[in-house]
């Protein structure tokens, strides 16, 4: 009963975040989390919320309970997707059979904001600190590791946009962008007021504030350019 509530749930968000609905460029808010579900319905009660948030990924716990407890809270303002995760220790794996079952291409950012987080994909492992943030693409195996309890800001971006946008997005994957500075810096401190304030900007707001937060993230990205290769040179010109 707990998960068929739940799927019907995810069928209403995602209803309600069609390209086409009505209110598509108004804030809105979801949260995924039953503190009545019992101990051994947990792992399969998160497995079903994080799917039905991100993509289609597979989740366990191997440092411990083999359990998951955590919270899951959405938001959509125009075109940006943003969620934020608070939750134990666990591993998140995007397989190949996962990813041969559906035809989801997205690009989701985590900008870490408490404990420590691990991205993997494309032969690169990096370590997220709090304020750090790193790309990884549905479209090819990755795997985000967290050995205690973390919390961080989630992104996620349609893969032809960002690559619209961006140039060789394969090499920017798993790699480190520094919340100690530059864009890194601006992007830590604008998705935390963003993550506290979203519940009081006008919808008329709402797209200019989601372009200055894809900005950010491309100026961050374009500072991860090869040593001899100007930053600028990942950018489109549109």
């Excluded at 919270?71 to 190949?96: G, H, K, Y």
């Amino acid at each position: 009963l707990l998960v068929s509530k739940r799927e019907a749930d995810a069928r209403q968000f995602r209803d309600d975040h069609r390209p086409d609905h009505p209110h598509r460029e108004r804030q809105q808010q979801a949260r995924h989390r039953d503190p009545q579900v019992a101990p051994r319905d947990r792992l399969a009660y998160w497995v079903d919320a994080v799917c039905s948030t991100y993509v289609q990924l597979d989740c366990d716990n191997p440092f411990g309970t083999r359990s998951i407890d955590g919270e899951i809270s959405i938001n959509r303002l125009a075109t940006l997707e943003l969620s934020r995760v608070t939750a134990s220790a666990q591993c998140v794996r995007r397989t190949p059979a996962r990813i041969a079952a559906s035809t989801e291409d997205r690009f989701l950012v985590s900008v870490q904001t408490q404990g420590v987080g691990v991205v993997v994909q494309d032969g690169r492992r990096v370590e997220l600190h709090p304020g750090d943030f790193a790309l990884y693409d549905s479209t090819r195996p990755y795997e985000l590791i967290f050995e205690q309890q973390f919390q961080q800001y989630v992104l996620m971006l349609p893969g032809a946009a960002l690559r619209s946008q961006l140039r060789d997005t394969e090499t920017l994957t798993a790699r480190r962008v520094s919340g100690a500075r530059g864009a890194g810096h601006l992007m830590i401190n604008m998705i935390r007021t963003l993550g506290a304030e979203i519940d009081t900007l006008e919808p008329a707001s709402a797209a200019a504030v989601a372009d200055g937060v894809n900005h950010i993230l491309l100026a961050g990205l374009g500072t991860l350019a090869p040593a001899g290769r100007p930053p600028e040179a990942r950018l489109i010109a549109l």
